[in-house]
C-alpha cells in the first residue's frame, strides 16, 4: 500500500525564499519556540538553532528551566527568556509570526498554561510536536481546542509524532501504527483535523485537503534523540519566511521533511554518520542545502 503513495516532491520550493536586496528580518518572520523544561533544555535549544539556521528573523525560545534561560554565548543571535504562568499575556506581547511549541516541554502545570494560550491563540501557523502532543492525547480538553482552531483556521497547525507519539494520540501501540503506517496517517488527520508529519522511515505527510506522500529520503543515522526538534525548528523557519514569501505551511512541511531527509543522506555520503550523525551538523547541511537551492 506504502508504493501507491506519492513520492515528496518538493525542494523546488525552496526558490521561494529567494530574498531581495531590500528585505529585512521583518520579512523572515519572528519565530517563538515554547519548551525546554528542567533537563530537556537541549531539545528547545536544537529547535531553535535549526530555526536560526533555516532563516527566521526572530528566534525567541520561551525557555522553563530557570538554569537554561540565559544568553549563550555560542549562540547569542537566540532570544532566550524564562517562561512565566503568564502565557496569555507573553503571546499578546510578543506578537510572534508562528509558535512551535514541544521540545522538551514536559508535563507540568507550566506545560498546559503555555499548550493551552498557543491552541487559543488565532490565526498564525503553530507547530506542534513532542510532549505537546501527549498532552493533546491525555487532555480531551486540549484536543477540543486543536479541532475547534482548525476549524476556525484551517491548515495553520502541524503535528509532527513519531510512532510512539502517534500511538498515544490513536490510543494505539507504536508496533500497530508501524503496521500500517498509511492507515494511521488517515486517522491521526480525521482525529486533529490537523496537517500531520508521521517520521520514521519513510516520512509520510497528509492533510485534510492535500493526499498523502512519502519521502523516500533519509538514513538510520537519524535515529537519534534531537533529530526531531530540529525538524520542528525547520519547519516553524521556513513557514514563518513562507508568510512573505509565498510558502503556506503544507508546503513548509513537506520542504523542512525533503530538507532534513536529504542533508543527513548528504552527510553520510560525505562519511560523516550514520554512526554518530548529529542534530547539529544536520541543521548546518540544511543550511548549505537552501543556499544551493536558492
Known amino acids: ?18 530574498r531581495l536586496p531590500s528585505e ?8 517563538l519556540l515554547i519548551g525546554g523544561a528542567p533537563g530537556m533544555a537541549g531539545a528547545l535549544l536544537l ?4 530555526a ?27 532570544m532566550v527568556r524564562l517562561a512565566s504562568f503568564e502565557a496569555t499575556n507573553q503571546l499578546a506581547a510578543s506578537k510572534p509570526d508562528l509558535i512551535a511549541i514541544g521540545p522538551g516541554l514536559g508535563f507540568s502545570d507550566l506545560a498546559k498554561e503555555w499548550l493551552s494560550a498557543v491552541l487559543r491563540y488565532p490565526q498564525i501557523p503553530l507547530v506542534i510536536d513532542a510532549d505537546a502532543l501527549h498532552l493533546i492525547a491525555d487532555t480531551p480538553e486540549f484536543l477540543t481546542l486543536l479541532r475547534q482552531r482548525n476549524e476556525s483556521f484551517p491548515n495553520q497547525v502541524v503535528l509532527t509524532p ?32 490537523s496537517i500531520v508529519v508521521l517520521k520514521g522511515q519513510h516520512t509520510l ?36 519566511q513562507g508568510l512573505r514569501h509565498h510558502i ?11 530538507l532534513h531527509a536529504t542533508a543527513a ?26 543556499n544551493k537551492l536558492l
Open 162 to 193: 513519531h510512532p510512539g507519539e502517534a500511538a498515544h494520540l490513536l490510543g494505539n501501540t507504536a508496533q500497530a501504527i508501524q503496521a500500517d503506517r498509511p492507515g494511521s496517517l488517515a486517522k491521526l488527520v480525521q482525529l486533529t483535523r
Open 265 to 290: 543522506d548528504k552527510l553520510v555520503k560525505q562519511n560523516i554518520g550514520p554512526i554518530g550523525l548529529t542534530p547539529s551538523e544536520v541543521t548546518l547541511e540544511m543550511r548549505n542545502q537552501v
Open 52 to 78: 536560526l539556521h533555516l532563516g527566521a528573523g526572530w528566534t525567541i525560545l520561551e525557555m522553563f528551566d530557570p538554569a537554561s534561560a540565559h544568553a549563550y554565548s555560542e549562540q547569542a543571535e537566540l
Open 1 to 18: 500500500m506504502i508504493d501507491s503513495i506519492a513520492p515528496l516532491d518538493a525542494l523546488g520550493l525552496v526558490a521561494h525564499l529567494h
Open 205 to 240: 505527510l497528509a492533510s485534510p485537503t492535500n493526499q498523502a506522500l512519502l519521502c523516500q529520503q533519509g538514513n538510520p543515522g537519524m535515529a537519534i534523540g534531537g533529530m526531531g526538534d530540529v525538524l520542528t525548528g525547520s519547519i516553524a523557519a521556513i513557514a514563518a
Open 24 to 31: 529585512h528580518k521583518g520579512m523572515a518572520g519572528k519565530v
Open 47 to 50: 529547535a531553535g538553532n535549526a
Open 248 to 258: 503556506n505551511l503544507w508546503q513548509a512541511s513537506c520542504i523542512g521533511v525533503q
